[in-house]
């Protein structure tokens, strides 16, 4: 430890550590923009001079390292006329049109100005001019003369979002932050570059002159896009929601939120908002009162069961639904007669269910991720799920840790990887009991039986000696695994390989409440979220989800509900499918509108209020779920809050959820090799995974956003004879259309992959298994 | 894109450096690549940085950043002239003039034939010898007044 007198104020800090580090420590403020506590040091826009005892001229706070009995002055004369020297400079080029800069009133460079700019100009040449760019429909550079060259958004390209997009050319006063050639900025992290931003140079696009910062209400929420549990602060005007912003939590989301949890916004004040409940009346949807609606949902549900039996009737939940929403429909279904509930739509293999000890989770704090020395990632699209929690694998592994990946589909995750194995998704299983086999005989020990002829490869090795090292180390299960059709098996493999190599195996989980869902216990104990559209069920209730895009099988989850004479969708938005399919539609609040509790992979339990009113008619989905249990007469439906809710379910909570356990007993690897001449991989898009992204403008204009192709190797597209063709036509057990082909070699032989979760790859059929390709 | 020799040269230079480093050799990649292609294109720098595992706008950073990479086409010879403080002082504003009068052209102007191109360059280092010119990058002259001037160009065919 080091001694060090600031201002006057003695502290110790660790050597290393900054002058600046330690002004934060005594509370004492030193004005700056380049420095980031989370990006590198730059020590570029010279703010942060101070005056160093027996140092001849003053010293950047941010970059100057500590010695043993320093005395730093950051108010004394010197270093504030050095700061008002360097304020001055930053103020030459800079345009004071504040007025009409949309980071008036929340922007460091106006408010530093205040303390430390001069009143008057003393520089009565031209200003420099800079030209605009586009880059794309998230950020806005209209106003790029306003930059005063801090290098945050390029060092958050380098080092956070693991790919730079901006960069800095020419040089002097020349200088200017662009992107190579004019292309967009692409990353899913993108969106931090506006906060990052000191002054007005990076302004968010769809924010654009919509509100002053002083207008705004600040209330806190949580985002309903991932299993990470993100918190937001959500900035409302006049009941609306104008901006979404992050909420520093160092222990889950540190200061970032991803471009999805950002824009997604847009879709609540979309005109696509279902207003009044509607019920279908001799073949037309009326809109209705609340009380005829429910009436009619109430009994036709009494009527189904009656007839029909408790087992007709299957509740199918959105996995961003609420804890208190997922309790209350699973506790309406069990009312009913029926065990058919569950809130996993693309899940395919549920052997694991009542198999499993308790819910199923990360495993570790999202905080332990950063301690861990190797950490391997099976069947995930990393930077696309889970942005955030591959940015904390990114700094992982430029710390020094080990982190592979296996998985099938072939896109870079920016992370520094020890080894990967990219394999068919019929091979996925095969991959990790290969890493299974290859720790096993590095340690000499046994292992399942069923692995008695796998033969690890190189890279399995190599990822096997990963997990043997000395020290903390992880297994991390992603939306691809847990979507697989032998996901139980690769549940078995992955737990195996924790006991052989002493790794943690965790879920990264998909969906808000991918943990929350479990303890609300909104799981079938008949009919799971594939079985009850296999064999079609008399009524369905829906709560936030789009079958025909959410489920595993869109085609034949839509054919199902077709059949069906009664179908009830509670939802916030309408689309054409819900005008043609639904019986009742229910208006629900979205994300932001309602209280509720999201418990996220790590098991952290977050209750938000919600932040402001729904519009039209529509009702928080727990109070309408709540009034349907009263009318139907069930006992326990008397919560006076969605609090009350939440206390019935995980009493009254702490911080964290208990009862989560990964082990699974009973359940059996089964390793066949399906015999597929070509096979399909399926991604969910990020800008399609759920109702409230996909109609958010600003999001489906960006490049994740561009209409799914079949993406395939050249290798793949020669075996089957496919030259000279832009098109092809797909053809899947439940369906076939035509799709361009775009050739990415990346993409393992014999596998083509078409993105699910979009109308024009919805009517294809299972998520994997056999598909056919022919010249279209 | 660029020739094998001229890979081959780009290879030489990325031993130089550690294996994970390969980016420490752009500066040099994109000299040898300028070479060979007289200029540095979009394209060019886009295959330097895919070559060396960087970000195409990082290698942009450097290209635009030092003034011997030209990122526009020019001419057989490109003849640079420092105009900096102690040439200046010393006549290198009237070599540049009187090049423009004699060729025709202005600063970053190629001329008809496709021969001379001018450019102002930064301190070469030589002041004591100003003014300086450079020619195409790799030939320093040293006392440039106009006689000397009119040798070079002579001598430039």
């Known amino acids: ?776 | 894109m660029l020739t094998t020799e001229s890979l081959q040269r780009i290879d030489r230079e990325i031993e130089k450096y550690p294996a994970d480093q390969k980016q420490s050799a752009v500066m040099a990649a994109l000299a040898i690549a300028q070479e060979e292609r007289g200029w540095l294109s979009n394209e060019t720098i886009e295959f330097v940085a895919n070559y060396l595992g960087m970000a195409p706008i990082a290698a942009y950073e450097v290209a635009s950043f030092y003034s011997m990479y030209d990122l526009n086409p020019v001419g057989k010879y490109k003849l640079t002239v420092c105009t900096n403080l102690p040439c200046m002082l010393s006549g290198g504003v009237d070599a540049a003039e009187y090049l423009k009068a004699k060729l025709g052209i202005g600063f970053n102007e190629t001329t008809v034939d496709g021969k001379f191109t001018l450019k102002e360059g930064e301190c070469m280092g030589a002041c004591g010898d100003a003014p300086v010119m450079l020619v195409s990058n790799r030939r320093m002259c040293s006392c440039m007044g106009p006689e000397q001037i009119d040798r070079l160009l002579a001598e430039l065919e």
Not at chain 1, 86 to 93: A, G, S
Not at chain 1, 271 to 288: I, Y
């Open chain 1, 1 to 776: 430890m080091l001694e060090i007198e600031i201002d006057g104020k003695q502290t110790q800090v660790p050597a290393g550590s900054t002058i600046m580090d330690a002004a934060q420590l005594v509370g004492a403020y030193i004005p700056h923009f380049c420095y980031h506590k989370k990006l590198s040091i730059s020590a570029n826009c010279r703010m942060c001079l101070v005056q160093v005892e027996k140092a001849p001229k003053p010293l950047p706070a941010c970059a100057t390292p500590v010695t043993n009995g320093m005395k730093v002055f950051t108010h004394s004369e010197l270093a504030v006329n050095a700061q008002k020297g360097v304020m001055e400079f930053l103020l030459i080029n800079h345009p004071l049109d504040c007025p009409i800069c949309d980071q008036g009133g929340e922007c460091q460079l106006q408010d530093l100005a205040v303390g430390y700019g001069g009143s008057e100009a003393r520089y009565r040449e031209d200003k420099r001019v800079v030209f605009q760019k586009n880059v794309g429909p998230l950020i806005s550079m209209q106003e790029m003369s306003r930059c005063i060259h801090c290098t945050r958004c390029v060092r958050f390209g380098q080092e956070i979002a693991g790919v730079m997009e901006l960069g800095m050319a020419n040089r002097n006063m020349h200088s200017e932050i662009q992107t190579f050639v004019g292309r967009t900025v692409d990353s899913e992290l993108s969106g931090n570059m506006i906060d990052l931003c000191p002054v007005g140079a990076l302004t968010s696009k769809p924010f654009r002159y919509k509100a002053r910062s002083w207008e705004l209400s600040r209330r806190k929420s949580v985002s309903p896009h991932d299993s990470l549990g993100t918190n937001l602060y959500v900035q409302v005007k006049n009941n609306r929601v104008m901006r979404v912003l992050p909420r520093e939590n160092e222990d889950v989301n540190e200061c970032w939120i991803s471009d999805r949890d950002r824009f997604s916004y847009e879709a609540l004040n979309c005109s696509d908002r279902l207003l009044k409940p509607m019920v279908r009346v001799d073949g037309s949807l009326r809109e209705v009162d609340w009380s005829v609606a429910l009436d009619y949902v109430a009994h036709g549900l009494k009527d189904v069961a009656r007839t029909h039996g408790g087992n007709a009737i299957a509740s199918l939940a959105s996995p961003s639904s609420t804890l208190e929403e997922l309790y209350l429909l699973q506790k309406l279904t069990r009312g009913l007669g029926s065990g058919c509930v569950d809130f996993r739509p693309r899940r395919r293999d549920f052997a694991t269910d009542a198999k499993m000890v308790g819910a199923p989770w990360l495993g570790l704090r999202l905080s332990e991720i950063k301690e861990l020395d190797a950490a391997v990632v099976v069947g995930s699209v990393l930077r696309k799920d889970h942005p955030l929690f591959a940015q904390r694998l990114r700094q992982l592994a430029r710390k020094s840790g080990k982190v592979s990946l296996i998985s099938v589909t072939g896109d870079d995750p920016l992370i520094n990887l020890n080894a990967r194995i990219t394999v068919a998704p019929s091979q996925l299983p095969f991959a990790l009991a290969a890493v299974v086999k290859a720790v096993a005989a590095l340690k000499g020990i046994e292992t399942l039986d069923e692995l008695e002829n796998v033969q690890p490869d190189a890279a399995s090795v190599s990822i096997a000696e990963s997990l043997l090292a000395d020290g903390k180390k992880a297994v991390f299960l992603g939306n691809l695994a847990e979507q697989h059709p032998s996901a139980s098996t690769i549940h078995v493999l992955a737990n195996e390989l924790g006991r052989l190599s002493g790794a943690v195996v965790g879920f990264i989980g998909e969906g808000a409440n991918c943990v929350g869902g479990h303890l609300a216990g909104a799981l079938p104990s008949s009919g799971n979220a594939y079985d009850m559209f296999v064999e079609p069920r008399k009524a369905y209730i829906l709560l936030g989800v789009e079958p025909e895009l959410d489920c595993h099988n869109p085609g034949m989850a839509s054919a199902a509900l077709k059949q069906a004479s009664l179908v009830v969708m509670l939802t916030p938005f309408k689309s054409q499918a819900m005008l043609d399919t639904a019986d009742v539609l229910l208006p629900v609040a979205a994300f932001t509108e309602t209280s509720g509790t999201f418990v996220s992979a790590e098991g952290r339990i977050q209750s938000v209020a919600g932040v402001c009113q729904t519009p039209g008619d529509a009702r928080p989905a727990w109070k309408v779920l709540r009034v349907l249990g009263n009318l139907l007469d069930f006992g326990g439906f008397d919560q006076e809050s969605s609090e009350a809710v939440r206390n019935e379910i995980v009493g009254n909570p702490g911080e964290f959820a208990g009862g989560l356990d990964n082990s699974v007993a009973g359940v059996s690897v089964r390793l066949e090799a399906a015999q597929m001449d070509l096979q399909r991989i399926s991604d969910v898009p990020i800008y399609f995974a759920d109702s409230l992204v996909r109609r958010a403008n600003s999001l489906q204009e960006t490049r994740d956003s561009v209409s799914p192709t079949a993406r395939v190797s050249a290798g793949t597209l020669k075996s089957l004879g496919i030259a000279d063709s832009s098109l092809t036509r797909v053809v899947q057990s439940s369906g076939e259309t035509v799709l361009s082909i775009a050739v990415d070699n990346a993409v393992p032989f014999g596998c083509v992959q078409i993105s699910a979760a979009h109308a024009s790859t919805s009517m294809l059929g299972d998520m994997f298994g056999a598909i056919k390709m022919e010249s279209a």
